[in-house]
């Protein structure tokens, strides 16, 4: 890519008061690059975003926010014809970035803005959920009503680790195992279940690792199922001794089907989907991504 390329940075309005992102720009803009940038206020934006850069026939868009951005972002570009279609960078702003951390993308924000501009651009797959619905890094899904997608905002910021991820999946109070059966390619089970995770990368919920052997561009999504009653101790076994948890069942396949009695509530990279049937598949090299060139998550 040359410095005459165009580029659009799509920035979560949350993260807009951030000096060392303006250093990063005005450094970049400096050495040539033409990069607009664009704060969302709300959903939605991202998207209408994403169709300026195409008419403007950037070469690529940034995703300046946590996985909830870069899915906004990522599930935009999907949707552009594929010969108009930018390159997606991502740039780390947010309480998690799940996916930018296990791609090994830089937090120093001029490294990682340099990356998301000029670094090599692969091939990487993303997921299409039902007709409309997509997913770049995690699907992980539960019963019960009352499930949250969202934590609250302070209480996202002053826990970490599996805290987080018990309430950022799903509120113990709420999550009961239930009845589901799950289908893919050579792939068949019935039975009570108390998480899905479903993979095109490897963690979710702040920095846990549930398809830990998950890689983004090998066409293939990574399920893990949580069974038992209890989500406390089959988490815990399962984060600290995979191999010897009775409570997970894996599989890999290009496409899973979920079906249940009861609504399933899906978190996609933070925006939730439910309902009693799911078709999840792999859309395989559909987007280009710039990542660091020993990025794991590639094959
Ligand atoms: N100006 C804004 N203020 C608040 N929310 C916004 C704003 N602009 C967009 N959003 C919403 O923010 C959500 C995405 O947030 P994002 O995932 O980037 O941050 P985060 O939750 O801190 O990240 P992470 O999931 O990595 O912890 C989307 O639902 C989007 O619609």
Known sequence: MDNTSVSLLILNGKSADNLPLREA?????????????????????????????????????VAAGGDGTVNEVATALAQVEQAMRPALGILPLGTANDFAT??????EMEKALALALIGKATAIDIVRVNDDSYFLNMATGGFGTRITTETPERLKAALGGVSYLIHGLMRMDALKPDRC????????????????????GRQAGGGQQLCPEALINDGQ????????EELLPALFTTLTHPDESPNIVDGSSAWFEITAPHDITFNLDGEPLSGTHFRIEVLPSALQCRLPPDCALLK
């Open 102 to 107: 296990s791609a090994g993308i830089p937090e």
């Open 221 to 228: 999504l990574d399920l893990r199922i949580f069974t038992g």
């Open 25 to 61: 720009v005005t450094a970049l803009r400096d050495q040539g690059h033409q990069l607009h940038v664009r704060v969302t206020w709300e959903k939605g934006d991202a998207a209408r975003y994403v169709d300026e850069a195409t008419q403007r026939g950037a070469q690529t868009v």
């Open 181 to 200: 059966e799950i289908r893919g390619e050579n792939f068949q089970w019935q039975g009570d279940a108390l998480v899905i995770g479903i993979g095109n």
